[in-house]
Nanobody, 121 residues
Framework: QVQLVESGGGLVQAGGSLRLSCAAS????????MGWFRQAPGRDSEFVAD????????HYSDSVKGRFTISRDNAKNTAYLQMNTLKPEDTAVYYC??????????????WGQGTQVTVSS
């Protein structure tokens, strides 16, 4: 069973930056694809980004492309989400996930508890 613990959320002004971290344990981290999702109040969960287990392939939602960067350090069993040029509409609970690619699409099999990101205008 894979356990995921996010950190790095908080309150930031619009235009600012935050870096989320996700520490993984209980599995073979280097064989897992990793991803981030977010959920704003009253809205469904939304895909943000994913990264191949080797870190060589990344995908982003259109809403964050060019502003967010997903990365991973397999030696530290940690994934990251660097968020720049934050907007109020980025306000959400951000969830780290671990999973796999099936039929060319990322599927999350494990979820962290989430970390709140609030962007003030």
């Amino acid at each position: 069973q894979v356990q995921l613990v996010e950190s790095g959320g908080g309150l930031v002004q619009a235009g600012g930056s935050l870096r989320l971290s996700c520490a993984a344990s209980g599995g073979t981290f280097s064989s897992l694809a990793m991803g981030w999702f977010r959920q704003a109040p009253g809205r469904d969960s939304e895909f943000v980004a994913d990264i191949h287990w080797r870190g060589s392939i990344e995908h982003y939602s259109d809403s964050v492309k060019g502003r967010f960067t997903i990365s991973r350090d397999n030696a530290k069993n940690t994934a990251y989400l660097q968020m720049n040029t934050l907007k109020p509409e980025d306000t959400a609970v951000y969830y780290c996930t671990a999973g796999a690619y099936r039929s060319g699409r990322y599927y999350a099999d494990y979820w962290g508890q989430g970390t709140q990101v609030t962007v003030s205008s």
